[in-house]
């Protein structure tokens, strides 16, 4: 089907403001209509659903059930590779009741308090940050920590020194994201079902772009074996080739030198750093619980750059050649797609690997963006795209458990994204 023949079926979802998609995958679509703020009407697959006196009153609760029955049915497939990545979403509102997961909006407002009002609009003045709407600055704090970067060799001030507000920033954010874990965590119970595969297959593979430790915390809770990059020896020292290597449990083995794999392990990468990593003095990597100074590469235009030192080209490296594996599923959860690095590496997988298949799950369907306006394009005339609006927290509750997988030898997906249907 044709980019225009799309645009035309879809005229109606897209004149009426008060409709939203909650799930898009190819043909099978839901999507709601609201009356104020209450839901009035209900599609399914493209046609309004007629309810019955019989049915569930709540239009919203059927919606719902209706697409966490579509995305669960899209999981229950077979997949050999299971990769995740996840950004910001997946960690805002989690934590302590003191301190929880922020957005990088709300980091902007951190950084009112504390450098006052005042004094963060000269900030802005003196590194040329110009970007406004009728309420004032925009709250991008990436774009004002770049322009502050680009701006610290040329310009000078008397009241400002620009090169310690920047420091002063960069430790507000690290500060903002040493999080603690609550029991009953969405990460944990995420980790509990990923993992519940067969053994024999690759074992799931996290990448996460936040700088917290909650997916280490809630390993550590639910006693996972985590693959992170660093030795299981002390002090723990990161080595790339650590990802390489697997758990096994020789004695319960039937066959000598049979390989009999640990369950209830993962791997798990975080291309922009962490709280609690740093470097040493002899240029190794530590990972520690009290670093002074993390390792981390803080929102600012320079990170595609960043990205190619270690360890984090490690990271990105492992990411680009997990995406060109045959049959692997890439989930990605709370991910704005505004990271140049990684969207390239997933439009490549789009473009070039036929045995790639992509789930997006966020909170709203995103439209916004160059390459979300595509993804949108994709899933609605391709199969193996998929768009969720779903909550962290809502998707690891609703996320079917991997021990109903049907078992038997899987069938090579094959997808070609590239394909004309009206042909």
Same mark, same amino acid.
């Given at each position: 089907m044709t980019?225009?023949?799309?645009? $035309?079926?879809?005229?109606?979802?897209?004149?009426?403001?008060?409709?939203?998609?909650?799930?898009?995958n190819g043909q099978s679509r839901v999507s709601i209509e609201y009356d104020g703020e209450i839901v009035s009407k209900v599609f399914i697959d493209n046609k309004e659903h007629v309810f019955k006196p019989e049915d569930i009153q709540d239009k919203k609760e059927f919606a719902s059930k209706t697409k966490r029955n579509k995305y669960q049915k899209f999981l229950n497939n077979q997949f050999e590779n299971i990769v995740v990545l996840t950004g910001a979403g997946s960690s805002v509102g989690i934590g302590s009741p003191i301190k929880q997961g922020r957005l990088l909006s709300q980091l902007w407002d951190d950084t009112v308090v504390l450098l006052t009002q005042e004094k963060l609009e000269k900030f802005c003045e003196l590194v040329h940050y110009r970007d406004k709407d009728k309420d004032g600055?925009?709250?991008?704090?990436?774009?004002?920590?770049?322009?502050?970067?680009?701006?610290?060799?040329?310009?000078?001030?008397?009241?400002?020194?620009?090169? $310690?507000?920047?420091?002063?920033?960069?430790?507000?954010?690290?500060?903002?994201?040493?999080?603690?874990?609550? $029991?009953?965590?969405?990460?944990?119970?995420?980790l509990e079902k990923i993992t519940k595969r067969k053994v024999t297959l690759p074992r799931a593979k996290i990448f996460t772009l936040n700088y917290d430790t909650l997916f280490e915390q809630a390993g550590k809770q639910g006693n996972f074996t985590m693959i992170d990059g660093f030795s299981f020896s002390f002090p723990r020292i990161f080595s790339g080739r650590n990802f390489d290597y697997d758990i096994v449990q020789r004695d319960n083995s039937r066959v000598k030198d049979e390989d009999n794999f640990v369950r209830k392990v993962f791997h798990l990468y975080k291309p922009h750093g962490s709280v609690d990593w740093e470097r040493i003095e002899n240029g190794s990597i530590k990972q520690s619980e009290s670093v002074e100074k993390a390792l981390m590469i803080y929102p600012k235009d320079s990170k595609y750059e960043s990205s190619y030192e270690q360890p984090f080209f490690e990271m990105m490296s492992r990411f680009q050649q997990n995406l060109r594996n045959d049959n692997v599923l890439l989930i990605c959860i709370g991910f704005s797609f505004n990271d140049k690095h990684i969207v390239t590496a997933i439009q490549e997988a789009l473009e070039q690997n036929p045995g790639f298949q992509l789930m997006v799950v966020n909170k709203g369907i995103e439209r916004s963006g160059q390459f979300a306006n595509e993804l949108y394009r994709i899933a609605q005339e391709n199969s193996g795209v998929v768009l969720i609006d779903e909550l962290f927290s809502d998707f690891s509750k609703f996320f079917p458990d991997l021990k109903t997988y049907n078992q038997e030898e899987h069938k090579k997906i094959v997808i070609n994204l590239n394909s004309d249907k009206d042909e």
């Amino acid at each position: 089907m044709t980019e225009d023949l799309i645009n $035309k079926s879809y005229t109606k979802h897209q004149l009426n403001r008060d409709m939203e998609d909650i799930y898009i995958n190819g043909q099978s679509r839901v999507s709601i209509e609201y009356d104020g703020e209450i839901v009035s009407k209900v599609f399914i697959d493209n046609k309004e659903h007629v309810f019955k006196p019989e049915d569930i009153q709540d239009k919203k609760e059927f919606a719902s059930k209706t697409k966490r029955n579509k995305y669960q049915k899209f999981l229950n497939n077979q997949f050999e590779n299971i990769v995740v990545l996840t950004g910001a979403g997946s960690s805002v509102g989690i934590g302590s009741p003191i301190k929880q997961g922020r957005l990088l909006s709300q980091l902007w407002d951190d950084t009112v308090v504390l450098l006052t009002q005042e004094k963060l609009e000269k900030f802005c003045e003196l590194v040329h940050y110009r970007d406004k709407d009728k309420d004032g600055y925009i709250k991008n704090l990436e774009k004002l920590l770049s322009c502050a970067n680009s701006a610290k060799e040329f310009v000078s001030d008397k009241e400002i020194d620009i090169d $310690k507000t920047i420091t002063a920033i960069e430790k507000l954010i690290k500060t903002s994201c040493e999080l603690e874990l609550p $029991k009953n965590s969405p990460h944990k119970e995420f980790l509990e079902k990923i993992t519940k595969r067969k053994v024999t297959l690759p074992r799931a593979k996290i990448f996460t772009l936040n700088y917290d430790t909650l997916f280490e915390q809630a390993g550590k809770q639910g006693n996972f074996t985590m693959i992170d990059g660093f030795s299981f020896s002390f002090p723990r020292i990161f080595s790339g080739r650590n990802f390489d290597y697997d758990i096994v449990q020789r004695d319960n083995s039937r066959v000598k030198d049979e390989d009999n794999f640990v369950r209830k392990v993962f791997h798990l990468y975080k291309p922009h750093g962490s709280v609690d990593w740093e470097r040493i003095e002899n240029g190794s990597i530590k990972q520690s619980e009290s670093v002074e100074k993390a390792l981390m590469i803080y929102p600012k235009d320079s990170k595609y750059e960043s990205s190619y030192e270690q360890p984090f080209f490690e990271m990105m490296s492992r990411f680009q050649q997990n995406l060109r594996n045959d049959n692997v599923l890439l989930i990605c959860i709370g991910f704005s797609f505004n990271d140049k690095h990684i969207v390239t590496a997933i439009q490549e997988a789009l473009e070039q690997n036929p045995g790639f298949q992509l789930m997006v799950v966020n909170k709203g369907i995103e439209r916004s963006g160059q390459f979300a306006n595509e993804l949108y394009r994709i899933a609605q005339e391709n199969s193996g795209v998929v768009l969720i609006d779903e909550l962290f927290s809502d998707f690891s509750k609703f996320f079917p458990d991997l021990k109903t997988y049907n078992q038997e030898e899987h069938k090579k997906i094959v997808i070609n994204l590239n394909s004309d249907k009206d042909e």
